[in-house]
Each structure stands twice: as C-alpha cells, then as structure tokens.
C-alpha cells in the first residue's frame, strides 16, 4: 500500500467515536517482530491495521495521535495491549 500524504491525512482524521467499530482492524493478537527492518515492520503495520491510527481492540475504537519526540507507534501499540491483558 502506497501512503500519499492525503492519505495520511484522512486516516488521523477519523474520529472514534462516530466510526463503525466494526469496519475497523483488529488489534488484539497482533504479533510485532523485531527482528525484522523497521521499514518492513511499519509496512506490516499498515498491511495489518490498513489505518495505524485508528484501530480497534475487541469492541472498542481506539485513535493513536503522534507528537514530535513523541514514542514511536511499536511503543505505544505494545504499551497499550500490555495494559489491555494486565486489566489496567
């Protein structure tokens, strides 16, 4: 899949709580391989998820925002399926 910048735009710009939960990917039993390229993880990423910004977990619409020196989406995904299987 090939990400112009409209594309990236309209994908930050869904907002989770008036989108079909159920046209959104899946996140839960997402499998992050670090042994591979970070070029070829984020290409997986996106093949995975077809928006890495918006996404669900189970039945819940969940929307990552990114900030400049911000962490990194692996980071964050990794963080937020941690606390989903801790119960926090």
């Keep these: 899949m090939t990400l112009s910048?409209?594309?990236l735009e309209s994908m930050q710009?869904?907002?989770p709580g008036t989108v079909d939960v159920e046209t959104?990917?899946?996140a839960s039993g997402i499998h992050f391989d670090n042994s591979l390229p970070?070029?070829?993880r984020a290409a997986r990423i996106?093949?995975?998820f077809k928006n890495p910004?918006?996404?669900r977990y189970g039945d819940m619409a969940i929307k990552?925002?990114?900030t400049e020196g911000g962490p990194s989406l692996q980071d964050t995904l990794a963080?937020?399926?941690l606390r989903q299987k801790t119960g926090l």
């Design 46 to 48: 996106v093949e995975h």
């Design 53 to 55: 910004y918006c996404f």
């Design 64 to 66: 990552i925002e990114f």
């Design 38 to 40: 970070l070029k070829e």
């Design 79 to 81: 963080g937020l399926l």
């Design 5 to 7: 910048l409209e594309l």
């Design 13 to 15: 710009g869904i907002d």
């Design 24 to 26: 959104l990917s899946d």
